[in-house]
């Protein structure tokens, strides 16, 4: 019997702490320079993306907080050329396919850290978002880069670096089946230091009557000294 779906009433807010903000309605910036997104993924070296001859595409953080997406399956079912197949419910064993490529052959990194399990393969059912800057994805061969695993393509996930003044930001979502999300982090830097902290819940009861309840706690902390990772975990 196909499962029936009924929609579901989405309510989020999303505060800042500690956020000191400067308004002026007739003020123009006139000193701001704007460049290019760039992408290290394709040649393990910072290059601007339209200048990159490889296939790439760029998922912000921003963007997907802002679409209430918490999962890292959810933020790259809109990437082309990327299947994504999921046995069962929230939770459930998930493989990614690159442009029909064998899933073991995907190979997915965060912070520049490889997460493939032995042989390639890799399970995405509860790699999160939370605490995220972005997500670059390179369709194509790239084992030059990356190995036997990099086959198909890659998909590197990037924690988000901090900047200035210390400040949070905390948000709430709630709908149906008894979803819940709620996510707090924290971030700041100078010159010397960047850190970034983050932890999240997410939970649902799923739609199905048994076997379809999913809880997940993350967290997340990142800290650069003079440009250099000291500690990623996530």
């Known amino acids: 019997m196909t499962p029936r779906f009924r929609s579901t009433a989405l309510v989020s807010f999303t505060s800042a702490l500690l956020l000191p903000v400067a308004v002026s309605a007739q003020q123009t ?3 701001t320079a704007r460049i290019a997104p760039v992408v290290v993924t394709a040649t393990r070296s910072p290059v601007s993306a339209d200048r990159e001859p490889a296939s790439v595409t760029v998922v912000t953080g921003e963007q997907l907080r802002a679409e ?3 999962t890292a399956v959810d933020a790259l079912r809109a990437v082309p050329g990327l299947s994504l197949v999921q046995t069962g419910s929230y939770g459930g064993a998930t493989s990614l396919f690159i442009r029909g490529g064998e899933s073991k052959y995907a190979k997915i990194l965060v912070d520049g850290i490889p997460v493939n399990d032995a042989g390639g393969a890799f399970d995405l059912s509860t790699l999160s978002i939370d605490n995220l800057d972005r997500i670059e994805v390179v369709r194509g061969p790239a084992s030059v880069l990356y190995g036997s695993d990099a ?4 998909v590197q996930l990037f924690t988000r670096r901090g900047a200035g003044v210390a400040h949070g930001d905390l948000a709430a979502r709630g709908g149906g089946y008894g979803s819940s ?3 707090a ?3 700041g830097g100078d ?3 960047s850190y970034s902290l983050g932890a999240a819940r997410h939970a649902t009861d799923g739609f199905q009557p048994f076997n379809s309840r999913f809880r997940q706690g993350v967290g997340s902390a990142l800290s650069t000294k003079f440009n250099s990772i000291s500690s990623s975990l996530k």
Do not use: N
């Open 29 to 31: 910036v006139s000193d």
């Open 68 to 70: 209430g997406i918490t």
């Open 151 to 154: 086959m198909a393509g890659v």
């Open 181 to 183: 999300d709620l996510d």
């Open 185 to 187: 982090s924290v971030h």
């Open 191 to 193: 010159a010397r230091l």
